[in-house]
């Protein structure tokens, strides 16, 4: 797929790995649906703008199922279609399992999970009408290896890749493709106030001995948008943490 004047909607993308990913697309000419919680400030729209491309605000709750399909619907009316997903919006909740509360389980499963399903959903039909789009999830490392007080964050993304798996082989025929990237320790707001310790054993675990960049992650789902012959897959991008 050229992504040139194709119009992709990243969840979560006003900070982080989810702003990375919006830059990339901008970049490389696709208009870009920015999205939050929070309405979206003229600011950071306007960063877009000034990249030459459409760029629109879209707030809204994924784990709503009518919010989802609202802010696709008004993504679709102001662009007139949305081509690309980008499920990356996520929360943590983090606890060891003997004493982590009920609600902050199912916090988790219905943002990281059951989210990225309504939105998943909300585009499939136009998506299948047109005969072509594609969605990348964001997963986790933490999905494949599972890690000490985060059963709730781990069941999410390993659940995840289950739907990822799952929706690809619905709609391949359709010529729909459905990927998930899994990140491991990426540069962040979060590894930036840990202490050099902490930073360490984390580098301890990663081979190439360096935190992942955040441009790494959005490059790396640039591409699956835009090839042609990948579907169903995961790939992970994480310094060689995880060898299989």
Not at 66 to 95: C, H, P, W
């Amino acid at each position: 797929m050229d992504i040139k004047n194709k119009n992709v909607f990243i969840t979560g993308s006003t900070r982080g790995i989810g702003h990375a990913i919006a830059i990339e697309f901008a970049r490389n000419g696709a208009n870009v649906v920015i999205n939050g919680r929070s309405a979206i400030s003229d600011e950071m729209l306007a960063e877009f703008s000034n990249l030459g491309v459409k760029a629109i605000g879209v707030s809204g709750d994924i784990s709503s199922s009518d919010d989802a399909k609202r802010m696709v619907a008004e993504a679709t009316e102001q662009l007139g279609s949305v081509d690309i997903l980008v499920n990356n919006a996520g929360i943590t909740r983090d606890g060891l399992s003997l004493k982590m509360k009920e609600e902050d389980f199912e916090a988790v499963l219905k943002i990281n999970l059951t989210g990225a399903f309504n939105m998943t959903q909300a585009v499939l039909k136009p998506m299948t009408r047109s005969r072509a789009g594609a969605i990348i999830n964001i997963s986790s490392v933490v999905g494949l290896i599972g890690n000490a007080g985060q059963a709730n964050y781990a069941a999410a993304k390993a659940g995840l890749i289950g739907l990822t798996k799952s929706i690809a082989r619905e709609v391949a025929g359709r010529n729909i493709r459905v990927n998930a990237v899994a990140p491991g320790f990426i540069e962040s707001d979060m590894t930036a106030v840990l202490s050099d310790k902490v930073k360490d054993v984390m580098l301890g675990q990663i081979p190439m001995k360096r935190f992942g960049l955040p441009s790494e992650i959005a490059s790396t789902v640039r591409f699956l948008a835009e090839q042609e012959y990948i579907t169903g897959q995961v790939i992970t991008i994480d310094g060689g943490m995880v060898m299989s």
